[in-house]
């Protein structure tokens, strides 16, 4: 029978050979010095030394890339005061909260995800492992959470009381005409639903790429709805040929898009990584009809082979544009944004 592991590879090896040429091409246009190796996150200053620098710590050991992209996709999950991601996340219509992530290795395509997952605080670290021990690529709810426990992974309540009391305000305030009051004191006025994500691409020494995205979603979400995030091609994409790209913001629209299989297509068509993100910024706003009718915002990152980095939004604010963070040999850098609709 088959290895269906060494025929990806084999495909995989195949495929890069055959594409020497498209790969020289890109490096061609997109100037001479690589870059590596450089891990990027999909946030600016705050959290730039917390994310990065344990995916860091594991390049100077000479570990793996895998183990570096992980280390970094942990700090935010692991973080009871973000409530975007893992523990302390953003729980869903009925006060759960329910995670997903995915993970991808650009030497050989392999991908591994976790969407409504309840009870794990990393479902990063769960999705490598659908990647690296099972022969399928999405494991879903019960069917997720059995696999982690089965892995060793505890499972305990993520919802912290900062996201539970949110949660509760935002059921009380919903409509008059149900049962659930607010406290006197307790209007509550959530303009927009939050969605919160982060993106990790690491490009190694050796020019290869691997990503994770791991996500709570979307504040207030039906239960069992599931984002881009955990899904491969739109919330995250790496191809070894090419480069990386990771997807934030309003998921529906990245799924639409196939965003970040779209943003690296855009990369190997030549643009830059920056010039790539906007190039999907501007898709998702012309199949919407128009600037005028875009009330959300998806932010892209993107990195290339040569370790240039890049970010672009919907919206953004001229005193607040888009960020991600970079670290490489000279430290961490801000990498600031483009945007497409100027919002107050
Ligand atoms: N991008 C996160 C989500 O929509 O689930």
């Known amino acids: 029978m088959t290895d269906r592991r060494h025929f990806i590879k084999t495909a995989a090896g195949l495929g890069a050979s055959l594409s020497l040429f498209t790969n020289l091409k890109v490096r061609a246009q997109e100037g001479p010095a690589p870059r590596r190796p450089l891990i990027l996150c ?23 890339i895998l183990d570096a992209v992980e280390e970094s996709a942990r700090v935010t999950e692991l973080d009871p005061e973000d409530q975007s991601v893992g523990y302390g996340g953003l729980p869903n219509e009925e006060g759960v909260v329910q995670l997903d992530a995915c993970f991808m290795d650009g030497r050989t395509h392999n991908c591994g995800s976790v969407a409504a997952l309840e009870m794990i605080k990393t479902p990063s670290s769960v999705a490598r492992l659908v990647m690296e021990r099972t022969d399928h690529i ?19 309540n993520l919802l912290t009381d900062k996201s539970r009391k949110m949660w509760l305000r935002w059921k009380e305030n919903l409509s008059d005409k ?21 993106n990790i691409l690491a490009l190694d020494s050796q020019g290869d790429l691997a990503g994770c995205t791991t996500t709570s979603g979307l504040f207030g979400k039906l239960p069992g709805r599931i984002g881009d995030s955990p899904i491969i091609g739109a919330g995250l994409y790496v191809d070894n040929e090419v480069g990386a790209a990771g997807a934030t913001g309003r998921g529906e629209e990245i799924l639409r898009t196939c965003g970040s299989f779209f943003v690296v297509e855009q990369m190997r068509a030549g643009k830059s990584p920056r010039e790539a993100c906007e190039a999907l910024c501007h898709r998702i706003v012309k199949i919407n ?8 915002t998806d932010k892209i990152v993107a990195i ?21 963070a970079v670290i490489t040999a000279a430290g961490i850098q801000i990498v600031e944004g483009g945007y497409l609709i100027e919002v107050g």
């Not at 999909?42 to 793996?64: C, I, Q, T």
């Not at 149900?178 to 982060?198: A, H, M, S, V």
């Not at 240039?308 to 604010?317: D, H, P, S, T, V």
């Open 178 to 198: 149900d049962d659930w009051f607010p406290p006197k004191d307790g209007n509550y006025d959530l303009e927009k639903r939050p969605t919160g994500t982060i």
């Open 289 to 296: 009809g128009g600037p005028e009718k875009v009330n959300f």
């Open 304 to 324: 290339n082979k040569n370790g240039e980095a890049g970010c672009f939004a919907i919206q953004g604010r001229k005193d607040k544009p888009p960020k991600a």
């Open 42 to 64: 999909s946030r600016g200053e705050e959290w730039a030394e917390k994310v990065l620098r344990p995916g860091w710590n594991v390049f100077e050991k000479g570990g793996d």
């Open 138 to 156: 999405h494991l879903v709810g019960e069917g997720a959470r059995k696999f982690a426990r089965a892995h060793g992974f505890k499972e305990e």
